[in-house]
């Protein structure tokens, strides 16, 4: 692709994908990293774009991309408050087996957090927000058995972080 063929997509279109970005967002860095990232999607997808979906394409990526970061942080959020309810929850015993408790399940999500980021993920979706293989292997377009695999290396994975972490 040309430079005169990108900069003119970007003169013509870059305004008008901004302001939507920043419908979204409503934040102007955040705005500005939808419509980058949009434009770096359209390096590899216009020569296979006829000039009238250019736009659409470029709508399509922020949209979407948007959504990711959105459903990204929710499952954060979510898997935060499920470990503060599951802390809160167990006050039975003693002060020292609250405080036992608490510190195994600060070492799990600590080893949970050092995982690579899709091996988390199957994690997370699978004990904490309670999926199935299938259900896990339909949102990530795997196959189950990609999705079980992953599944058995996440569990060989933690059980190593755990290992190791409870020898420090």
């Not at 979407?64 to 459903?71: A, E, P, S, T, V």
């Not at 087996?97 to 050092?114: P, Q, Y």
């Not at 999926?131 to 292997?137: F, N, V």
């Not at 339909?138 to 020898?167: C, D, M, V």
Request: charged residues 30%.
């Amino acid at each position: 692709m040309k430079l005169d063929q990108f900069e003119g997509i970007y003169n013509l279109y870059g305004r008008e994908c901004y302001l939507y970005a920043l419908y979204f967002t409503k934040d102007t860095l955040q705005a500005e990293d939808l419509v980058s990232q949009a434009y770096l999607a359209i390096l590899n997808a216009l020569p296979f774009l006829r000039e009238d979906q250019i736009k659409y394409y470029l709508f399509k990526t922020i949209k979407n991309r948007f959504i990711d970061g959105q459903r990204k942080d929710k499952r954060h959020q979510l898997w935060q408050r499920s470990a503060r309810t599951h802390l809160a929850s167990e006050t039975e015993g003693t002060q020292l087996d609250v405080m036992i408790k608490e510190e195994e399940r600060r070492s799990l999500f600590r080893s949970i957090d050092r995982l690579p980021e899709d091996t988390r993920e199957v994690i997370l979706l699978f004990y904490f927000m309670e999926l199935s293989i299938d259900e896990i292997a339909s949102y990530k377009e795997w196959t189950y058995t990609q999705t079980k695999n992953r599944l058995y290396r996440g569990r060989r994975l933690l059980k190593e972080e755990l290992l190791h972490e409870s020898t420090i």
